[in-house]
């Protein structure tokens, strides 16, 4: 499956902005759709997961509380709603697709076979 991440941009701290990710598999209801995030000199991490089956989530410690993962179903689209964002938020951002993913799981990104490309959140302080 590919997946097309948009939405990133500039923003200011304690704003807001909307990543969207569109699978090209219209099936996807085996698939748990995941964010992940990598700042320059940093790992990639976790920040948060949806399984479209049953619409669980998580999400990673840092961004509890502040970002929201959602699906719609009908645009086959996953959003990652980001608001009271920091400076530390700033990251590329990707979309990734695992099938059939257990919960345990779900927020390991070895557990993702498919990534899209990215998109760019920068948030000035």
């Known amino acids: 499956v590919q997946l097309q991440a948009s939405g990133g941009g500039l923003v200011q701290a304690g704003g807001s902005v909307r990543l969207s990710c569109a699978p090209s598999d219209r099936t996807f209801s085996d698939y748990t759709m995941g964010w992940f995030r990598q700042a320059p000199g940093k790992e990639r991490e976790f920040v948060a997961a949806i399984r479209f089956r049953d619409g669980v989530t998580r999400y990673g410690a840092t961004v509890k509380g502040r970002f929201t993962i959602s699906r719609d179903n009908a645009k086959n689209t996953v959003y990652l709603q980001m608001t009271s964002l920091k400076p530390e938020d700033t990251a590329l951002y990707y979309c990734?697709?695992?099938?059939?993913?257990?919960?345990?799981?779900?927020?390991?990104?070895?557990?993702?076979?498919?990534w899209g490309q990215g998109t760019q959140v920068t948030v000035s302080s």
């Open positions: 990734a697709a695992g099938r059939r993913l257990i919960l345990s799981s779900i927020m390991s990104q070895t557990s993702y076979g498919n």
